[in-house]
């Protein structure tokens, strides 16, 4: 039971992140299909930083500001060039989905992973694990008790109204979007360089979907989705306890629990269980 | 009201790959690759009867998903399900064969199409239904619908269809009667051996009509009116009498049903059986030729055919050099895309330099 508990919460860990991330994003008006490729560049980042500087602490700053960075090329196209959200939300994955293993391969003769860093090396995933559950209070009173934070929600839900207070929500949103990468940035810090030893080609397997659909079932609020992505951890966890031990002596079918995440999210979604609603401005 | 040619909408695309390739060139001799493998790799992606058998191959889904993603745009829906439903499209046609497999091609052949489009359409159908009746995006609706779809794909592959008698996840084979023919099948009547030993099918005939048929029925009846209306604007479309409810599930069971196809091409055409994992991602690549055939499903055959280039061409770089993966197709492909739908902000910043520069 303890063994579910905290496999559950390292499970959930890097989906918390990219789910807080998405959180302030979404939430200053930018729809981000583009978390997994954020979480995927970010990981690579750590993983190969580390590797070569034998220090975590600069893996993990290096995949801050490339986390950072790849959000920025999102918040750019959308914000500045005025892009389809989500077109430029693909596009981000598309070259992180492209570029990691290209540079895998140019700096470690194989793309499939990069070499693995030693234990000592590693960073503390405990630490990461207790940040990720204090965050979502954290940002719940960011964003909601200071100016600051009412202006991000301005941005998504009444960006006009914003404007006329003389606050442009083009900043907002580069502003809100570059943070938000460097949350969705520790996510990649702890798949890459806590919870493994290496970057894998595409280690994240939809975990940056995950996390989405975890922001829209606690419907756009920190707290709500942090709880969703404990509760779609746990469903992680037990798909693979199910794996190892079989009920009945039969093997349960793994797919029905990891459908179950996107299947309650739909049911939440088109209105069957509570209702769902978007921020405004988003997709505009 | 004709589509009409206006010099900018063929302009644009030509300019943003003639860029893309321009700075994938220069990207490659950076990074020390000779230039020689390049030009090799680009003639044996075109200029050889193997490499272009494979090309074409890879040409023919991306026509299906370009169509799909096209139709919808055209209504003013953005469907980014079409992953989900080529892969619902494709179990469909195994569990059709697998309940029915001795039946004679004259019934197994249009059975299995049309059990492909029937996959696909219903998967496109929830999401037209979900957007119609209960008013939810159909971009997060569609995303969620992907998950699920290859999630449930994926285990009928792993059980009720799995073939015991391999250890790799995949289907048993379809009947014998479901088998379409190869291209090179009909080179060889001539005594040819053009296309040997290449995948590409009768399916490319098929793509290639239905981007006619998705033409005529946009522009030229009276419901392709009716759905481009509708993409114009909303408004004034329900003003006039048309139901945008009716027309949502009409035009993704439609696009959903296109995408289903690539599974004809997939199971039918060459593998004869489903393989886990079988879509390197036809269905996004299909928003990428869209984009750049501006919706236009005549244009969408030629943005298939550089898409499908563009991935035959980074596997044989992949093969060719020692550094590259053949993951530089999607970056091409990326970077492709940026240019297209960056463009008016593209041609204003460099409008602006060049006025500035004049002063």
Redesign the interface.
């Known amino acids: 039971m303890m063994e579910l508990l905290l496999s559950t919460l390292r499970l959930s860990t890097p989906l918390i992140f990219a789910a807080m991330g998405g959180f302030l994003c979404e939430r200053s008006g930018v ?1 981000t ?1 583009c978390l997994e490729g954020v979480l995927l560049t970010s990981a690579w980042a750590a993983a190969t930083v580390t590797y070569f500087t034998h220090n975590p602490y600069l893996g993990a700053m290096a995949a801050l500001i490339v986390g950072g960075c790849t959000m920025f090329i999102h918040a750019f ?1 959308t914000v ?5 959200q ?3 939300g ?3 994955n ?2 992180a ?3 990691t ?2 540079l895998t ?2 700096l470690f003769g194989s ?1 499939t992973n990069t070499k693995a860093i030693p234990v000592y090396e590693r960073f503390n995933s405990n630490a990461l694990t207790l940040f990720a559950c204090v965050l979502p209070f954290i940002l719940s009173v960011l964003v909601y008790r200071t100016g600051l934070g009412l202006r991000l929600l301005a941005a998504g839900d009444g960006p006009e109204a914003l404007e006329t207070s003389g606050v442009s929500p083009q900043k907002v949103r580069l502003w809100a979007m570059s943070l938000a990468g460097m949350i969705v940035g520790l996510g990649g810090v702890y798949l890459s360089t806590a919870h493994a030893s290496q970057f894998t080609r595409d280690m994240t397997a ?1 975990r940056g ?1 995950i996390a ?2 975890a922001l ?1 079932f606690g419907k756009w609020r920190p707290i709500p989705a942090f709880l969703s992505c404990l509760f779609f951890g746990l469903a992680d966890a037990l798909q693979i306890q199910l794996q190892s031990n079989p009920i009945f002596g039969q093997t349960f ?1 793994v ?2 629990l ?2 179950l995440p ?2 309650v ?2 049911l939440v ?3 069957f269980i509570g209702n769902a609603k ?1 921020p405004l401005a988003i ?1 505009k | 009201m004709r589509p009409h040619f206006p010099k900018a909408a063929i302009l644009a695309p030509l300019a943003a790959i003639a860029v893309s390739a321009l700075v994938l060139v220069l990207f490659l001799i950076s990074m020390g690759e000779s230039p020689a493998i390049l030009l090799e790799a680009f003639t044996s992606t075109f200029f050889n009867s193997f490499g272009l058998g494979y090309t074409l191959y890879y040409t023919t889904p991306l026509i299906l998903t370009g169509l799909s993603v096209a139709l919808s745009f055209h209504a003013g829906l953005f469907n980014i399900g079409s992953e989900g439903q080529l892969h619902l499209g494709a179990v469909s046609i195994i569990a059709l064969s697998f309940f029915l497999p001795h039946l004679p091609s004259y019934l197994a052949i249009p059975l299995g199409i049309l059990a492909a489009l029937m996959g696909g359409g219903l998967w496109g159908m929830i999401a037209g239904y979900l957007k119609a009746v209960r008013g939810s995006h159909e971009v997060i609706v569609t995303i969620l619908l992907n998950f699920i779809g290859i999630i449930f794909v994926n285990y009928l592959i792993l059980y009720p269809f799995k073939n015991t008698e391999v250890q790799n996840p995949e289907t048993v084979e379809i009947g014998n009667g479901y088998t379409l023919p190869l291209l090179s099948d009909f080179t060889k009547l001539f005594g040819s051996e053009f296309f040997l030993t290449t995948p590409v099918n009768i399916t490319l005939i098929l793509s290639l009509v239905t981007a006619i048929l998705c033409y005529f029925f946009l522009f030229h009846t009276p419901k392709g009116y009716e759905l481009r209306a509708l993409g114009q604007n909303r408004r004034a479309a329900r003003f006039n009498g048309i139901s945008l409810e009716t027309n949502f599930i009409l035009v993704l069971t439609l696009s959903g049903a296109l995408s289903g196809l690539v599974g004809v091409n997939e199971v039918m055409g060459y593998h004869h059986k489903l393989i886990e994992g079988f879509s390197p991602q036809y269905g996004f690549t299909g928003i990428a030729v869209a984009l750049i055939a501006r919706n236009h499903p005549l244009g969408v055959i030629l943005s298939a055919l550089l898409f499908g280039a563009i991935h035959n061409g980074a596997r044989e770089i992949e093969f060719l050099s020692e550094r590259m993966t053949k993951e530089l197709s999607v970056i091409m492909e990326a970077f492709i895309i940026i240019v297209i739908a960056s463009q008016p902000y593209l041609v204003r910043f460099f409008s602006k330099a060049k006025k500035e520069g004049s002063k």
């Open positions: 729809a299909i196209l500045k060039a005025k892009t389809d989500i077109i430029s693909v596009v981000v598309l070259i989905a492209g570029m293993p290209l391969k140019l793309p939809g979907y989405l659909t829209i079918p797919q029905a990891q459908a996107y299947i999210t739909l979604l088109v209105g978007p997709g």
